[in-house]
């Protein structure tokens, strides 16, 4: 029974490239959510996937930020052009379904450090 | 919007103390709530939940929370805490959407 994986744990890039995040959630959850805490911070939501798709992309900040879900599995989360203000730990999480009702099983998180 | 308070931002105990940590939500309608906590280099993982019935909720490791409608408030509570419950304690609550609003934590050091 594995949990929700993420990689990588950290990432330190400069300002300006891409990144990638990748989300590995538990085997048969179909909900999938990416969350964002900054220092100090709780959880911020940013997207959620039912399936393959995007249900919800109500909280990314703006369109540098994409995440995908293909096969209704793994999920990206993807920064272009990062900013120093995209330093945070991005979490992932997720849960057999969206009722409301479903506990959310969250990763260890990536850190992410934009020099 | 639908939003959370946690007012203590830091609280330091010492062990066998009592534990309360105040959650107030803004929302109108029904309403799921949750407290997570983050053990120091570990995962989120859930304390416990309220969803509807008895609005006293007992969740692992001696944890309970109240749910109070008229005061918009789901406080944590535990009679006598370890040093083992330093962490960062999340409240939360959930929207129609299924996604986590939560509020911005409270970090409680238990004293040895």
């Known amino acids: 029974g594995a949990g929700v994986s993420q990689t990588p744990s950290n990432k330190v890039t400069e300002k300006g490239k891409y990144v990638e995040l990748r989300c590995d959630p538990i085997s048969g959850h179909t909900a999938l959510y990416w969350y964002r805490q900054s220092l100090g911070q709780g959880p911020e939501f940013l997207i959620y996937f039912q399936g393959t798709g995007a249900a919800d992309d109500s909280g990314l900040p703006n369109d540098r930020f994409f995440a995908v879900r293909p096969e209704g599995s793994v999920s990206t989360l993807k920064i272009q052009r990062t900013e120093r203000g995209d330093s945070a730990v991005y979490l992932c999480?997720?849960?057999?379904?969206?009722?409301?009702?479903?506990?959310?099983?969250f990763g260890p998180g990536t850190r992410l450090t934009v020099l | 919007a639908q939003s959370v308070s946690q007012h203590n931002h830091h609280v330091i105990l010492s062990e066998a103390a009592s534990l309360e940590l105040g959650c107030n939500y803004s929302?109108?309608?029904?309403?799921?709530l949750f407290w997570y906590v983050q053990y120091p280099g570990q995962h989120l993982q859930l304390l416990l939940k309220y969803f509807s019935g008895d609005p006293l909720v007992k969740g692992i490791k001696g944890f309970e929370a109240e749910f109070i409608k008229s005061k918009f408030s789901f406080n944590l509570r535990k009679p006598s805490v370890q040093w083992s419950d330093t962490a960062e304690y999340f409240c939360?609550?959930?929207?129609?959407?299924?996604?986590?609003?939560f509020g911005q934590g409270t970090e409680l050091s238990v004293k040895p």
């Open positions: 999480a997720s849960s057999l379904k969206t009722s409301g009702r479903e506990e959310q099983f």
């Open positions: 929302y109108g309608g029904t309403v799921n």
């Open positions: 939360a609550v959930i929207n129609q959407g299924g996604k986590l609003i």
